[in-house]
Protein backbone atom coordinates (compact mmCIF):
# COMPACT_ATOMS: atom_id res chain seq x y z
CA UNK A 1 0.00 0.00 0.00
CA UNK A 2 2.65 2.48 0.68
CA UNK A 3 5.00 1.83 -2.08
CA UNK A 4 1.26 2.79 -4.55
CA UNK A 5 1.13 5.77 -2.71
CA UNK A 6 5.19 6.43 -3.23
CA UNK A 7 4.98 5.44 -6.72
CA UNK A 8 1.72 7.62 -7.90
CA UNK A 9 3.13 10.34 -6.39
CA UNK A 10 6.20 10.19 -8.26
CA UNK A 11 4.01 9.64 -11.63
CA UNK A 12 2.70 13.66 -11.54
CA UNK A 13 6.27 14.91 -11.45
CA UNK A 14 7.18 17.47 -14.75
CA UNK A 15 10.43 15.58 -16.19
CA UNK A 16 12.39 17.40 -18.84
CA UNK A 17 13.28 15.03 -22.04
CA UNK A 18 16.31 16.86 -22.08
CA UNK A 19 17.67 16.23 -19.14
CA UNK A 20 19.86 13.10 -18.48
CA UNK A 21 18.17 12.05 -15.30
CA UNK A 22 14.29 12.32 -16.50
CA UNK A 23 15.30 11.76 -20.09
CA UNK A 24 16.22 8.04 -18.16
CA UNK A 25 13.49 7.53 -16.33
CA UNK A 26 11.14 8.56 -19.82
CA UNK A 27 13.36 5.52 -21.42
CA UNK A 28 13.09 3.11 -18.47
CA UNK A 29 9.47 3.66 -18.78
CA UNK A 30 8.45 3.61 -22.16
CA UNK A 31 11.15 1.54 -24.21
CA UNK A 32 10.10 -1.53 -23.92
CA UNK A 33 6.24 -0.62 -24.48
CA UNK A 34 7.28 1.59 -27.68
CA UNK A 35 9.11 -1.22 -29.20
CA UNK A 36 6.18 -3.74 -28.81
CA UNK A 37 3.98 -1.26 -30.94
CA UNK A 38 6.22 -0.36 -34.02
CA UNK A 39 7.29 -3.82 -33.63
CA UNK A 40 3.74 -5.20 -34.47
CA UNK A 41 3.59 -2.31 -37.03
CA UNK A 42 6.40 -3.61 -39.08
CA UNK A 43 7.33 -6.26 -37.76
CA UNK A 44 10.92 -6.12 -37.86
CA UNK A 45 12.97 -5.92 -34.68
CA UNK A 46 16.02 -4.11 -35.76
CA UNK A 47 13.10 -1.75 -37.37
CA UNK A 48 11.30 -0.81 -34.70
CA UNK A 49 13.92 -0.56 -32.15
CA UNK A 50 15.42 1.84 -34.01
CA UNK A 51 11.61 3.95 -34.58
CA UNK A 52 11.78 3.46 -31.14
CA UNK A 53 14.42 4.94 -30.25
CA UNK A 54 13.79 7.74 -32.77
CA UNK A 55 11.05 8.99 -31.40
CA UNK A 56 12.99 8.97 -27.39
CA UNK A 57 15.61 11.25 -29.60
CA UNK A 58 12.89 13.60 -30.81
CA UNK A 59 12.01 14.19 -27.08
CA UNK A 60 15.60 14.59 -25.92
CA UNK A 61 16.30 17.01 -28.45
CA UNK A 62 13.18 19.22 -28.36
CA UNK A 63 13.73 19.28 -24.44
CA UNK A 64 10.23 18.90 -24.25
CA UNK A 65 8.79 19.07 -20.82
CA UNK A 66 5.96 16.27 -19.90
CA UNK A 67 3.92 16.94 -16.78
CA UNK A 68 3.71 13.06 -15.75
CA UNK A 69 5.74 9.73 -16.72
CA UNK A 70 2.23 9.15 -18.56
CA UNK A 71 2.13 11.65 -20.42
CA UNK A 72 5.58 11.20 -21.81
CA UNK A 73 4.22 7.66 -22.44
CA UNK A 74 1.21 9.16 -24.63
CA UNK A 75 3.54 11.45 -26.40
CA UNK A 76 5.79 8.92 -27.31
CA UNK A 77 3.11 6.16 -28.66
CA UNK A 78 1.74 8.32 -31.02
CA UNK A 79 5.38 9.69 -32.02
CA UNK A 80 6.57 6.06 -32.51
CA UNK A 81 3.10 4.72 -34.34
CA UNK A 82 3.13 7.48 -36.56
CA UNK A 83 6.39 6.78 -37.73
CA UNK A 84 6.30 2.83 -37.86
CA UNK A 85 2.98 3.55 -39.94
CA UNK A 86 4.67 5.93 -42.37
CA UNK A 87 7.48 3.51 -43.08
CA UNK A 88 5.52 0.91 -43.70
CA UNK A 89 3.39 3.20 -46.31
CA UNK A 90 7.22 3.86 -47.37
CA UNK A 91 8.57 0.11 -47.56
CA UNK A 92 5.24 -1.94 -48.15
CA UNK A 93 6.92 -3.85 -51.11
CA UNK A 94 10.06 -4.24 -49.65
CA UNK A 95 8.94 -5.38 -46.22
CA UNK A 96 6.88 -7.76 -48.18
CA UNK A 97 9.77 -9.30 -49.59
CA UNK A 98 11.50 -9.64 -46.60
CA UNK A 99 8.65 -11.79 -44.83
CA UNK A 100 8.65 -13.87 -47.72
CA UNK A 101 12.01 -14.64 -47.07
CA UNK A 102 12.04 -14.87 -43.20
CA UNK A 103 9.02 -17.56 -43.90
CA UNK A 104 10.92 -19.54 -46.45
CA UNK A 105 13.58 -19.77 -43.73
CA UNK A 106 10.58 -20.76 -41.39
CA UNK A 107 9.46 -23.89 -43.81
CA UNK A 108 12.84 -25.15 -44.08
CA UNK A 109 13.01 -26.28 -40.18
CA UNK A 110 11.59 -29.85 -39.01
CA UNK A 111 8.07 -28.70 -38.46
CA UNK A 112 5.07 -31.14 -37.91
CA UNK A 113 1.89 -31.11 -38.74
CA UNK A 114 0.90 -28.36 -35.80
CA UNK A 115 3.32 -26.31 -36.44
CA UNK A 116 1.66 -26.13 -40.06
CA UNK A 117 -1.56 -25.28 -38.60
CA UNK A 118 -0.39 -23.19 -36.20
CA UNK A 119 1.83 -20.89 -38.95
CA UNK A 120 -1.29 -21.15 -41.07
CA UNK A 121 -3.22 -19.67 -38.53
CA UNK A 122 -1.35 -16.54 -38.05
CA UNK A 123 -0.93 -15.95 -41.39
CA UNK A 124 -4.51 -16.20 -42.07
CA UNK A 125 -4.72 -13.99 -39.02
CA UNK A 126 -2.24 -11.28 -40.02
CA UNK A 127 -3.35 -11.14 -43.71
CA UNK A 128 -7.13 -10.83 -41.83
CA UNK A 129 -5.84 -7.79 -39.85
CA UNK A 130 -4.36 -5.99 -43.29
CA UNK A 131 -7.71 -6.22 -44.84
CA UNK A 132 -9.20 -4.02 -41.72
CA UNK A 133 -9.47 -0.54 -42.17
CA UNK A 134 -6.72 1.29 -40.83
CA UNK A 135 -8.41 2.84 -37.24
CA UNK A 136 -9.48 -1.05 -36.51
CA UNK A 137 -5.83 -1.99 -37.14
CA UNK A 138 -4.56 0.59 -34.66
CA UNK A 139 -6.93 -0.22 -31.65
CA UNK A 140 -6.42 -4.32 -32.06
CA UNK A 141 -2.71 -3.69 -32.36
CA UNK A 142 -2.77 -1.79 -29.23
CA UNK A 143 -5.21 -3.62 -27.28
CA UNK A 144 -3.83 -6.96 -28.31
CA UNK A 145 -0.03 -6.62 -28.30
CA UNK A 146 0.85 -3.92 -26.31
CA UNK A 147 -1.43 -4.45 -23.33
CA UNK A 148 -2.83 -0.55 -22.91
CA UNK A 149 -6.44 -0.55 -21.48
CA UNK A 150 -9.47 0.98 -23.22
CA UNK A 151 -9.01 4.53 -21.18
CA UNK A 152 -4.73 4.48 -22.43
CA UNK A 153 -5.32 3.21 -25.93
CA UNK A 154 -7.85 6.38 -26.51
CA UNK A 155 -5.92 8.81 -24.88
CA UNK A 156 -2.91 7.10 -27.50
CA UNK A 157 -5.59 8.67 -30.81
CA UNK A 158 -7.35 11.02 -29.25
CA UNK A 159 -10.80 9.04 -29.02
CA UNK A 160 -13.25 8.21 -26.07
CA UNK A 161 -12.63 5.46 -24.43
CA UNK A 162 -16.57 3.86 -25.39
CA UNK A 163 -15.26 4.78 -29.28
CA UNK A 164 -12.49 2.59 -28.15
CA UNK A 165 -14.86 -0.50 -27.34
CA UNK A 166 -16.88 -0.13 -30.07
CA UNK A 167 -13.83 -0.79 -32.73
CA UNK A 168 -12.24 -2.93 -30.85
CA UNK A 169 -15.60 -4.60 -30.94
CA UNK A 170 -16.29 -4.00 -35.25
CA UNK A 171 -12.23 -5.31 -35.85
CA UNK A 172 -12.95 -8.40 -33.60
CA UNK A 173 -16.69 -9.06 -35.50
CA UNK A 174 -14.35 -8.31 -39.14
CA UNK A 175 -11.79 -10.48 -38.01
CA UNK A 176 -14.16 -13.43 -37.80
CA UNK A 177 -16.36 -12.86 -40.56
CA UNK A 178 -12.56 -12.99 -42.69
CA UNK A 179 -11.00 -15.66 -40.97
CA UNK A 180 -14.20 -17.79 -40.51
CA UNK A 181 -14.43 -19.22 -36.56
CA UNK A 182 -13.67 -22.67 -37.26
CA UNK A 183 -11.19 -21.50 -39.49
CA UNK A 184 -8.42 -21.35 -37.12
CA UNK A 185 -6.11 -23.90 -35.97
CA UNK A 186 -6.09 -23.77 -31.66
CA UNK A 187 -3.80 -25.44 -30.07
CA UNK A 188 -5.51 -27.96 -26.97
Not at 22 to 34: G, N, Q, R
Amino acid sequence: MFYNAVESQTDNIPLNAGNPVDFKKIYDASMMMLFKICYRIVNDEEVAEDLAHDSLIKANEKAIVFPSINDAKYWLIRVSKNAALNYVKRKERERKAYEKALYEDHRKSDSGETDLLKKESVDKAREALKKLPEHLQEVLILREYTELNYKEIGRVLGITEGNVKVRIFRAREQLIKLIGEDNVFLPE
